[in-house]
């Protein structure tokens, strides 16, 4: 069991019930004092962890206004005049007195369930408590009442068999052995202890949502719905990051020019362009260039002039 949400139920440790001139004393007279032995050693075992004590006093006012064509131990109660408001009767034990506020009390038990007309459910559920074990008396009128209640409400229910008192041996062996097993564990207090697992300490757990825990819990997601489940977010969503820019946006280097763009380059010129070569001729063409003897032409015309005027003569 773990200790953060487990809690001990006391009921009915009034002086009425466990001071020696308690009204109703004699009703359970033969157990109250082994039983409030174990129930303090109980207590301390508990106080420093993180169990929940609470103790569930049963007050009436002094006309029993509450109770309305009261029978069997109502009806005793209200004859003998037992857990009047505001008297010493109805006052909580010394011993359960001594350890304060660790102890919470729940006021406005009016009858056997200590359940009905209190706010024992909302502050058990707020705390996140799923077992509960009970102490205190009368075993077969508060404690079954409640633990029956308990049970129909989805906790886990624990009778602590050496600590709630009974009218008679025969009444309490009976019920623990006989009733309580049919919707509750039965042990005593020390077994009670073994079976807290001490371990789990200082990690409070969440309230539960509604009195059936078990049947109004959400079932398990699979590792499929694990990852269909949104993703957690910080406190404060990442934005994607801006890339980074320089002071100021680089332009594409411009080619690198010298202080004046050369021109280019003339063709060198010689002072006198060079005249095309004439082919040279051959031997044969020279021959054939020179003008024959007696032509018209070339220096044959003025051997013929020549001729002419000495024939003249």
């Known amino acids: 069991m773990d200790p953060r949400t487990t809690a001990l139920v006391l009921i009915g440790y009034q002086n009425d019930y ?3 001139d308690g009204i109703l004393h004699g009703v359970i007279e033969s157990s109250t004092q082994s039983v409030l032995k174990h129930t303090i050693d109980l207590i301390k075992a508990l106080e420093k962890t993180d169990a929940m ?3 569930t006093p049963i007050n009436f006012t002094p006309d029993y206004s509450e109770l309305i064509d009261p029978v069997g131990i109502l009806q005793v109660i209200k004859d003998a005049g037992a857990f009047k408001a ?15 506020d660790r102890i919470i009390e729940v006021p406005g038990k009016r009858g056997l369930n200590a359940f009905a007309s209190t706010d024992l459910d909302k502050l058990l559920q707020n705390r996140g408590i799923t077992t509960i074990a009970l102490a205190g008396a009368i075993t077969s009128i508060c404690i079954d009442s409640t633990g029956r209640a308990a049970f129909e409400k989805g906790y886990k229910v624990v009778q602590l068999s050496d600590c709630i008192s009974s009218r008679t041996s025969l009444e309490e062996s009976f019920y623990c052995s006989t009733v309580f097993p049919l919707y509750a564990n039965v042990m005593d207090s020390r077994a009670f202890l073994r079976g807290l697992d001490m371990r789990k300490q200082g990690k409070p757990r969440k309230a539960r949502q509604g009195a059936k825990s078990k049947q109004e819990a959400k079932p398990k997601q699979s590792a499929k719905s694990k990852q269909a489940a949104k993703p957690k977010q910080s406190a404060k969503p990442r934005q994607a990051a801006k890339p980074r820019q320089s002071a100021k946006p680089r332009q594409a280097a411009k080619p690198k020019q010298s202080a004046k763009p050369r021109q280019a ?12 070569a ?3 001729q051959s031997a044969k063409s020279k021959q054939a260039a020179k003008p024959r003897r007696g032509s018209t032409t070339g220096r044959g015309a003025p051997a013929r002039q020549r001729v002419a005027a000495r024939r003249s003569v």
């Not at 380059?265 to 095309?276: G, I, V």
Request: hydrophobic share 35%.
């Open 18 to 20: 466990f001071a020696e």
């Open 53 to 55: 004590i609470i103790t």
């Open 86 to 100: 505001k008297t010493s009767g109805a006052g909580t034990i010394p011993e359960i007195l001594a350890f304060g």
């Open 265 to 276: 380059a003339k063709p060198k010129q010689s002072a006198k362009p060079r005249q095309a």
């Open 278 to 280: 004439k082919p040279k």
